[in-house]
Protein backbone atom coordinates (compact mmCIF):
# COMPACT_ATOMS: atom_id res chain seq x y z
CA UNK A 1 0.00 0.00 0.00
CA UNK A 2 1.28 3.42 -1.01
CA UNK A 3 2.49 5.42 2.19
CA UNK A 4 -0.28 8.44 1.05
CA UNK A 5 -3.00 5.94 1.54
CA UNK A 6 -1.71 4.41 4.58
CA UNK A 7 -0.80 8.34 5.88
CA UNK A 8 -4.27 8.97 5.03
CA UNK A 9 -6.05 5.62 6.65
CA UNK A 10 -4.49 6.68 9.73
CA UNK A 11 -5.45 10.29 9.49
CA UNK A 12 -9.13 9.25 9.51
CA UNK A 13 -8.91 6.43 12.33
CA UNK A 14 -7.57 8.84 14.28
CA UNK A 15 -9.71 11.75 13.25
CA UNK A 16 -12.48 9.24 14.12
CA UNK A 17 -11.62 8.35 17.54
CA UNK A 18 -13.78 9.74 20.01
CA UNK A 19 -12.23 12.80 22.54
CA UNK A 20 -10.19 11.62 25.52
CA UNK A 21 -12.47 12.03 28.92
CA UNK A 22 -11.48 14.93 31.37
CA UNK A 23 -11.63 15.37 34.97
CA UNK A 24 -11.79 16.91 37.55
CA UNK A 25 -11.87 16.17 41.39
CA UNK A 26 -12.03 18.88 43.98
CA UNK A 27 -11.96 17.98 47.93
CA UNK A 28 -12.18 19.59 50.97
CA UNK A 29 -11.76 19.42 54.60
CA UNK A 30 -14.86 20.45 56.96
CA UNK A 31 -14.41 20.25 60.46
CA UNK A 32 -18.06 18.64 61.26
CA UNK A 33 -19.00 14.90 61.81
CA UNK A 34 -20.01 13.24 58.15
CA UNK A 35 -23.11 13.10 58.60
CA UNK A 36 -23.46 16.60 59.43
CA UNK A 37 -21.83 17.33 56.13
CA UNK A 38 -24.03 14.61 54.15
CA UNK A 39 -27.52 16.32 55.72
CA UNK A 40 -26.24 19.79 54.23
CA UNK A 41 -24.93 17.36 50.59
CA UNK A 42 -27.04 14.96 50.22
CA UNK A 43 -30.29 15.70 49.66
CA UNK A 44 -30.17 15.96 45.58
CA UNK A 45 -32.64 18.87 45.07
CA UNK A 46 -30.76 20.78 47.79
CA UNK A 47 -27.71 21.99 45.74
CA UNK A 48 -29.41 25.48 46.14
CA UNK A 49 -29.51 25.74 50.20
CA UNK A 50 -25.40 25.45 49.57
CA UNK A 51 -24.27 25.84 45.74
CA UNK A 52 -24.10 30.40 45.53
CA UNK A 53 -24.65 30.13 41.54
CA UNK A 54 -28.32 27.95 42.10
CA UNK A 55 -31.39 30.24 42.49
CA UNK A 56 -33.38 27.62 42.42
CA UNK A 57 -33.62 23.88 42.06
CA UNK A 58 -36.75 22.29 40.93
CA UNK A 59 -37.81 18.08 41.74
CA UNK A 60 -39.41 16.17 38.58
CA UNK A 61 -38.68 12.37 37.44
CA UNK A 62 -37.89 10.45 34.39
CA UNK A 63 -38.57 6.86 33.63
CA UNK A 64 -38.81 6.68 37.21
CA UNK A 65 -35.55 8.43 38.40
CA UNK A 66 -35.47 11.87 39.64
CA UNK A 67 -34.35 14.88 37.66
CA UNK A 68 -33.37 18.38 38.78
CA UNK A 69 -33.80 21.34 36.72
CA UNK A 70 -31.35 24.41 38.01
CA UNK A 71 -32.21 27.75 37.45
CA UNK A 72 -28.64 29.62 37.85
CA UNK A 73 -28.48 32.90 39.44
CA UNK A 74 -27.38 34.17 35.52
CA UNK A 75 -30.88 32.69 34.38
CA UNK A 76 -29.00 29.44 32.61
CA UNK A 77 -30.57 26.46 33.45
CA UNK A 78 -29.32 22.94 33.78
CA UNK A 79 -30.95 19.74 33.77
CA UNK A 80 -29.48 16.85 35.51
CA UNK A 81 -30.67 12.93 35.97
CA UNK A 82 -29.87 11.51 39.10
CA UNK A 83 -27.79 8.00 38.37
CA UNK A 84 -27.15 6.38 41.76
CA UNK A 85 -27.36 7.08 45.34
CA UNK A 86 -25.87 5.22 48.27
CA UNK A 87 -26.70 6.88 51.87
CA UNK A 88 -24.76 4.71 54.08
CA UNK A 89 -21.90 5.22 51.68
CA UNK A 90 -22.25 8.94 51.69
CA UNK A 91 -22.41 9.42 47.91
CA UNK A 92 -24.38 10.08 44.99
CA UNK A 93 -23.85 10.51 41.17
CA UNK A 94 -25.66 12.31 38.27
CA UNK A 95 -25.12 13.10 34.57
CA UNK A 96 -26.43 16.52 33.08
CA UNK A 97 -28.53 16.23 30.36
CA UNK A 98 -28.84 19.75 29.67
CA UNK A 99 -26.77 23.08 29.85
CA UNK A 100 -25.02 25.96 28.61
CA UNK A 101 -21.85 25.07 30.37
CA UNK A 102 -18.48 23.88 27.10
CA UNK A 103 -19.33 20.13 28.25
CA UNK A 104 -20.23 17.32 26.69
CA UNK A 105 -21.32 13.28 28.72
CA UNK A 106 -20.81 14.96 32.45
CA UNK A 107 -21.25 12.04 34.91
CA UNK A 108 -20.02 13.26 38.12
CA UNK A 109 -19.94 11.74 42.06
CA UNK A 110 -20.12 13.80 45.32
CA UNK A 111 -19.32 12.27 48.34
CA UNK A 112 -18.44 12.04 51.78
CA UNK A 113 -15.84 10.29 53.83
CA UNK A 114 -14.89 10.32 57.56
CA UNK A 115 -11.21 12.35 57.86
CA UNK A 116 -9.92 12.47 61.35
CA UNK A 117 -12.89 14.21 63.76
CA UNK A 118 -14.58 16.29 60.49
CA UNK A 119 -14.92 14.72 57.20
CA UNK A 120 -13.74 15.00 53.74
CA UNK A 121 -15.75 16.18 50.62
CA UNK A 122 -15.18 15.30 47.41
CA UNK A 123 -16.74 16.09 43.72
CA UNK A 124 -15.42 14.34 40.87
CA UNK A 125 -16.58 14.87 37.30
CA UNK A 126 -15.86 13.02 34.17
CA UNK A 127 -16.78 14.80 31.00
CA UNK A 128 -15.68 15.97 27.16
CA UNK A 129 -15.39 19.18 25.70
CA UNK A 130 -18.08 20.81 24.17
CA UNK A 131 -18.27 21.45 20.17
CA UNK A 132 -16.53 24.71 19.92
CA UNK A 133 -14.70 24.71 23.43
CA UNK A 134 -11.18 23.91 24.45
CA UNK A 135 -10.22 21.13 27.15
CA UNK A 136 -8.96 24.48 29.21
CA UNK A 137 -12.25 26.04 29.16
CA UNK A 138 -14.09 23.07 30.03
CA UNK A 139 -11.89 21.63 33.04
CA UNK A 140 -11.80 25.76 34.51
CA UNK A 141 -15.54 26.20 34.52
CA UNK A 142 -16.07 22.59 36.16
CA UNK A 143 -13.58 23.47 38.89
CA UNK A 144 -14.59 26.84 39.44
CA UNK A 145 -18.62 25.21 40.23
CA UNK A 146 -16.73 22.78 42.62
CA UNK A 147 -14.81 25.25 44.25
CA UNK A 148 -17.56 27.51 44.83
CA UNK A 149 -19.89 24.72 45.51
CA UNK A 150 -17.36 23.16 48.32
CA UNK A 151 -17.37 26.31 49.59
CA UNK A 152 -20.30 26.80 50.34
CA UNK A 153 -21.33 23.28 52.16
CA UNK A 154 -18.40 23.97 54.34
CA UNK A 155 -20.10 27.01 55.42
CA UNK A 156 -23.22 25.67 55.99
CA UNK A 157 -22.44 22.49 57.73
CA UNK A 158 -20.02 24.52 60.40
Known amino acids: ?5 LYAAGFA ?7 LAL ?11 PAKVWAAVGDFCGIADWHPAIA ?5 SKNGRPIRTLTLKDGGVLVEELIKRDDKAMAYSYAILESPLPVAAYRSTIEVKPK ?3 S ?4 TGTFKKARGSD ?7 IAGIYDAGLKGVADKAK
Open 13 to 19: TAAAAPA
Open 56 to 60: KCELS
Open 23 to 33: TVTKSTEIPAA
Open 1 to 5: MPKAL
Open 116 to 118: GSG
Open 135 to 141: NAKAQDS
Open 120 to 123: LLTW
